[in-house]
């Protein structure tokens, strides 16, 4: 089996205005979306982050692609999977996912893994999952994933969106928020993005939730490194027995050191709540140092940015060994990264929490699946009895997809600067703001 074309389609998908501690979302979030034919005639497909740059990688080792088999594809491009850099170098601290050159190779890479593990499942009739280790699970758990937002469902001129949840500025509209997203989707599990309120309103939020839902509902946090150590000592007292049970802190402040500090000064006062991160270790390169420093007790990992479904394993195995916890990383993604973040999981048996997921934020109208949205049940994607990644493209929403990006002026994810057009002309990302 050999690649004979391999297609790369940049597309946009309405974004509704959510907040953090990096900015506003845009109203559209970009998507690039791969295929790789073979011979046979059967299609590969994945999904990784939009815009200029990933679909430049991509065009960029179009001649190493196009005549391969890939069954060994992979292995062929097996020095791009590192990136470069390490530590806060490396890391997602100071830049929005997706728009780190240091890790460029690796996401360009885990695009074309995951495309070619599809075509191999589709062509053997296999799961995604049972090639990568095979399944541990068949229905993976996500957690709601609530925000603060503005007025507004994403979407420009004659395409704007209706807006499902409305301004989310407060606790308690924050907590009518994942009320609705509990009832459509079934969550089971609470993940709130922070770091955009004052920190005693997002105490207010977390308590509030608590409240509402019960001790039985873990919830966790995650302000996206806006606090100092201090205000991270003190959210984490304040919430310790909010956040046990299975919740965490996540990225409360800026750097391993900082984080390490936080967990010391925690643990002193009888307080185990563990720190998570998904922008403080994000290679294996990390790893030692926060070992060392005991800066963090849970991974949150994402297959686009560590390199491939595979890498996720790896790094699971590495978790498992000393003690550290697992779950993943998302970002604003339509259903083929649902799916591939889905076979990840279910060929993972050290998955120690529920996976985030952006995709209640993304509609039916956008989406490039085949017969639709990927359903969530019971908080849980189920595993289909199907080939590959078990999803088809719509090549009719393809098109639409790929219409919005041409109309849309965004070419990058810049969300200072968007908050800057539409909410404050200062405005500059500080860490720590608070």
């Known amino acids: 089996m050999k690649i004979v074309d391999m297609r790369i389609h940049s597309i946009a998908i309405a974004d509704p205005p959510l907040r953090s501690s990096y900015g506003l979302h845009a109203p559209y979030a970009l998507r690039t979306i791969l295929e790789l034919e073979s011979d046979d005639g059967v299609i590969g497909i994945s999904e990784t982050y939009g815009g200029e740059v ?45 728009e780190n050159p240091l890790d460029q190779t690796t996401r360009t890479y885990a695009a074309i893994e995951v495309g070619c593990l599809d075509l191999i499942g589709k062509s053997v ?10 399944r541990v699970r068949d229905r993976i758990p996500f957690s709601a994933y609530p925000f603060f937002k503005h007025a507004g469902g994403g979407g420009e001129g004659d395409d704007l969106r209706g807006d499902e949840y ?50 039985e509902i873990p919830l966790r946090i995650d ?82 940015y560590w390199g491939g479904m595979r890498q996720v394993r790896h790094l699971a195995n590495l978790c498992k060994v000393f003690g550290i916890g697992l779950s993943m990383h998302s970002n604003s993604h339509l259903g083929v990264s ?14 120690t929490y529920a996976c985030d997921t952006h995709y209640p934020w993304q509609s039916e109208i956008d989406e490039v699946v085949a017969g639709g949205r990927v359903k969530i049940a019971d908080g849980c994607v189920r595993i289909p009895d199907k080939p590959g990644l078990g999803v088809e ?24 600067a968007q908050m800057r057009k539409c909410i404050d002309p200062r405005w500059k990302r500080m860490l720590p703001r608070w």
């Open 223 to 304: 302000p996206n490194s806006a606090w100092t150590v201090d205000t991270s000592v003190r959210v984490g007292k304040a919430l310790a027995k909010e956040l046990s049970g299975g919740g965490y802190l996540e990225d409360p402040t800026a750097g391993l050191d900082n984080m390490a500090e936080v967990r010391k000064q925690l643990m002193a006062e009888g307080i185990t709540t563990p720190l998570a991160t998904n922008v403080a270790v994000t290679s294996f390169a990390d790893i030692p140092r926060s070992l060392e420093l005991d800066a963090v007790q849970i991974i949150l990992c994402d297959h686009h």
């Open 54 to 98: 990933p679909a430049l990688s991509l065009e960029a080792i179009r001649l190493n692609v196009v005549g391969q088999d890939p069954y060994r594809l992979t292995g062929l491009l097996s020095s791009m999977v590192e990136g470069e850099g390490a530590g806060i170098d490396r890391s997602q601290t100071y830049l929005v996912p997706g």
């Open 338 to 351: 649902l799916m591939a973040m889905a076979h990840v999981a279910a060929a993972t048996p050290h998955l």
């Open 393 to 416: 493209l719509d090549y009719d929403q393809l098109a639409r997809g790929r219409q919005r990006y041409e109309k849309c002026p965004y070419r990058k994810r810049d969300d200072e």
């Open 125 to 134: 009739g296999r799961p995604v999952c049972d090639l990568i280790g095979g």
């Open 166 to 215: 409305g301004e989310v500025l407060t606790p308690e509209a924050l907590v009518g928020e994942v009320k609705q997203m509990i009832d459509k989707y079934g969550f089971s599990s609470i993940k709130f993005k922070g770091g955009v309120l004052e920190p005693d309103l997002e105490i207010e939020a977390i308590k509030l939730l608590h409240q509402e839902l019960g001790a």
